[in-house]
């Protein structure tokens, strides 16, 4: 049984650029959960998909995007990358919004230059 | 808003008791998480109380009480493998996401 999968693990991009991060979900989940996690902090929220929809949100501008498809799987797209994006994103999905089986993804880790 | 502190950085004996704590102060209280996370690696779900009390589970409990915003995790019999970050996360309401702490990163000695 597969669990959360993230691509690519590391990505390094310019300032200015965009860049899509992928995730397909345990099998059975049909609910993506993004996070960005810098270095030597906790994962903050940036939104939910649920039923190809997003469901809540977190305190992220709207340089940040997302997707979920039929397949439950999910991408974080971020346009006009900033030195500040850089992070480790996480994802993770679950049942029915249900954060409390909640199954993370090892991440990708973004660097911009 | 949100706001969660817990300790940097722990350093603890391997076979020892380590108990990691972490405060809250959230609107809507509704359950609180502990997640490990080794470095490089996804944070795994250790345990969940939203009731006060002790929750036990092999090595590792988990305490609450809502009434002081406060949690804790202890780690027996630790480990080296036991060396990560822990993660203590609260959900507000009926919102579907976590708000994390900043995290403490355990060193295990010998």
């Known amino acids: 049984d597969a669990g959360v999968t993230q691509s690519p693990t590391h990505l390094i991009k310019t300032r200015g650029q965009q860049v899509t991060l992928r995730c397909s979900p345990k099998?059975?989940?049909?609910?993506v959960s993004w996070y960005q996690q810098a270095l030597g902090q906790g994962p903050q929220f940036i939104f939910q998909y649920y039923e190809e929809e997003e469901r809540q949100r977190g305190n992220f501008p709207d340089r940040f995007s997302g997707h979920q498809f039929p397949n439950y799987s999910s991408e974080l797209n971020v346009n006009a990358l900033l030195l500040g994006d850089s992070a480790l994103y996480l994802c993770?999905?679950?049942?029915?919004?249900?954060?409390?089986?909640?199954?993370f993804g090892s991440g990708t880790r973004l660097t911009v230059v | 808003g949100q706001n969660i502190d817990q300790p940097t950085e722990m350093t603890a004996t391997e076979g020892a008791i380590v108990q990691i704590n972490c405060t809250y102060q959230?609107?809507?209280?509704?359950?609180l998480f502990w997640y490990q996370q080794h470095a490089g690696e996804a944070p795994t779900f250790l345990s969940y109380?939203?009731?006060?009390g002790l929750e036990e589970k092999g090595r590792f409990s988990s305490f609450l009480s809502r009434s002081k915003g406060y949690s804790y995790l202890l780690l027996k019999e630790l480990q080296m493998k036991d060396s990560a970050s822990y993660l203590c996360a609260v959900r507000e309401g009926g919102a579907n996401n976590l708000f994390f702490g900043t995290g403490t990163r355990l060193t295990v000695i010998p």
């Open positions: 099998s059975g989940h049909d609910t």
């Open positions: 109380n939203v009731l006060d």
């Open positions: 993770a999905s679950s049942f029915k919004g249900n954060n409390y089986g909640y199954t």
């Open positions: 959230t609107s809507g209280f509704n359950g």
